[in-house]
Every structure is written in C-alpha cells, then in structure tokens.
C-alpha cells in the first residue's frame, strides 16, 4: 500500500513539472512574440493551451484519488493540498500567455512605446518569477519561494509607472489612445502573472514549512500582531 501511494506522489508530481514546464514555455513565447512583434511565435500557442487544460483535469482526479483511497496526514496532505491550488494557478498562468500573444498583433507596430513604457521590463520580471517560483517548486526550495514572493512588489511598482506613462501618451496624442489601451491591457495580464507566481510561491511555503502566508501583509495592516497561520 505504501509503495502504490509513494507512486501516486511521484506520478502526481510528474505531472505538475511538466504543465508547469509547458505553461513557462507558452509564457516565453508570448513575451518573445511581444518584444519582437513575431506574430508566427504566437501560432502554436493556443493550440498548446487545451494541453494545459488536459493537465489541469488529470492533476485534480490525481489528487481526488489520492484523496479519496489513501486519505494521507502531515507533510502528504499538505503536498497534495498544495498541488490542487498550484494546478489552478499554473493554468490561469496558460490563460494570461494566450491573451498576451492576442495583442501581439495589435501592439506589433509600437515597439518604442512598449520599451518606453517599461512593458517590457515588466514581463522580464514576472516571467522570471514565474520561472523561479517552478524550481522553486521542483527543488522544494524555500528561498526561492520567497525571493518570489519579494519580486511581486517589483512588478507592482512597474505596473505603475507604465500606466502612468501610458495614461500621459493618451492625452499627449489621440492617436495613440488604441495601442496604449491595448498597452494597459497587457500591463494587466502581466501583473496577474506576477500574482498568481506569488500564489504559488505561498503554496510552496505552506507545503514545506506549514505555514500560510498568503494575504500576510494586508491582514498586518489591521493587526500589526498576527502572525502567520501555522498548520
């Protein structure tokens, strides 16, 4: 029995490294295409998202087995707890890459104002945190799990400045009122993907050190005491 359940770990981890691994390449892609205005690198992306949706119901029956037939304690518990939210945020993430290469086509023609409005920085910083946060998540790496959590604020604060810049060009130039909205969509899209790499960090937290972290600096602002939640 012991030997089928550590198999089930194993496989269910299987398969949660390699969505993570297809959702980090269809996130590449989609900022390749983004930065370069290469239309063809978008060509196989919505394609490869029904994979991710296919990974997304396997690894939610592979927990509800797990689940149901071992009914596993402690650290077990916690790892498969984890991986059913990992899962979901690792398929919004495929999501947030088709709806980056969906502007693609519309932004292709406005290079300058991506670099200038530091779009471009902006996705470099959140595709890395999402990188991160899946090794993190492969080597059980709890600092980098973090670090990740760290970084959020960095695309926060670029998230920011690149609305405003945005926000000035509009007014500056009606023309441009079309592809800054398109801009400020994608600066959007964009910060989902940093926050739901937080997400998934905090859930590596929760499965290594049994803590839950998650809301921790808003739920500080009106209880400067509290502590993390430990399980």
Do not use: W
């Amino acid at each position: 029995m012991q030997e089928h359940f550590n198999q089930e770990i194993e496989d269910l981890k299987t398969s949660l490294i390699k969505m993570a691994s297809l959702v980090d390449e269809q996130t590449g892609k989609a900022f390749a295409a983004l930065e370069t205005g290469k239309i063809e690198l978008c060509e196989n992306i919505k394609r490869k998202d029904l994979e991710i949706d296919s990974y997304d119901n396997l690894i939610q029956i592979q927990c509800e087995n797990i689940l149901a037939l071992f009914q596993p304690v402690a650290v077990d518990l916690r790892f498969v707890i984890s991986a059913l939210m990992i899962n979901n945020q690792l398929e919004r993430c495929g999501d947030i890459a088709v709806n980056i290469a969906q502007r693609v086509k519309k932004t292709r023609d406005f290079h300058n104002l991506i670099a200038d409005s530091q779009i471009t920085e902006m996705g470099n910083n959140a595709r890395k945190m999402l990188s991160n946060v899946i090794d993190s998540f492969i080597h059980n790496d709890l600092q980098l799990a973090k670090q990740v959590i760290e970084n959020d604020e960095v695309v926060d604060q670029l998230n920011k400045k690149s609305f405003k810049f945005l926000v000035a060009k509009m007014k500056e130039n009606p023309e441009l009122i079309e592809p800054c909205s398109h801009l400020i969509v994608l600066t959007r899209h964009i910060e989902r993907l940093a926050d739901h790499a937080t997400n998934i960090a905090e859930n590596v937290v929760f499965y290594i050190e049994a803590k839950v972290i998650a809301h921790e600096k808003k739920l500080s602002r009106f209880n400067p005491d509290s502590n993390s939640v430990e399980s």
